[in-house]
């Protein structure tokens, strides 16, 4: 068995950020079209070292409001400004946010029900790495799938764009 070092550990922050900017050029053309050229507030759980907030920053996405949720102050060190962070495995929050982002970290959040957190009309970004692509298949029927790709050719992802419906 292949121990992998912790995940707020350096070997991340250098080995995995051209993975994930790689999967993040790669699914720019599946949803660019379909996103507002400003987002009021997002939701990232999972945020990390905010990378996708970067990613979209360079592609001229304007987020005024940006939550990041990640479980160790390592794994989001240094903070950005900006954003404003929660460090707890269990995030809740009545707030309801424009577009929810998580990145190869769905498998990880446990019984937490991401799905609650966008407003209606909002949108929703999950990723997820292989073996835990089944996890997408159970998204609940309040939401429209726009998209649902696989990218990443270093570390292939599944990723599925949905809309949620007004109630």
Known sequence: MVRMPPFTSHYYRDHYRPIQWEKYTQVWPLIHS?????????????????????????????????????????????????IEYSLTPRFHSNER???????????????????EFPQPNGWLLLSEPRPFTHLLDEIPSQYTVLVDAWVGSTEQSRVLLARKNFP
């Open 34 to 82: 379909l996103l507002p050229p400003c987002i009021p507030s997002m939701l990232d759980l999972g945020i990390g070292y905010g990378w996708w907030e970067s990613f979209l920053g360079e592609k001229g996405i304007v987020i005024p409001r940006i939550v990041g949720v990640d479980i160790h102050e390592d794994a989001i060190a240094p903070r950005r400004e900006g």
């Open 97 to 115: 946010f424009h577009f929810v982002a998580c990145w190869d970290a769905y498998h990880l959040l446990g019984n937490m029900n991401m799905e």
